[in-house]
């Protein structure tokens, strides 16, 4: 069930910026079903938002430059 693990250094800010955008949607559409009924892995809620705060990270750092 282990994901492989993304680089997201090599990704292009366009790419990291359409990526967030469809992790944000994800987590939002995680956050409605849950608060509707219990959804099968809450513990995904939580690496959505790790995974959207790494692409974030590695955005803030291409934009630094």
Do not use: C, G, W
């Amino acid at each position: 069930m282990a994901k492989t693990k993304i680089n997201y250094s090599t990704m292009t800010v366009d790419e990291l910026e359409n990526k967030i955008a469809e992790e944000k949607a994800m987590l939002t559409k995680l956050k409605f079903n849950h608060s509707i009924s219990q959804i099968e892995n809450p513990v995904s809620i939580r690496l959505t938002r790790r995974n959207i705060a790494k692409m974030m990270t590695a955005l803030n750092s291409k934009t630094n430059q």
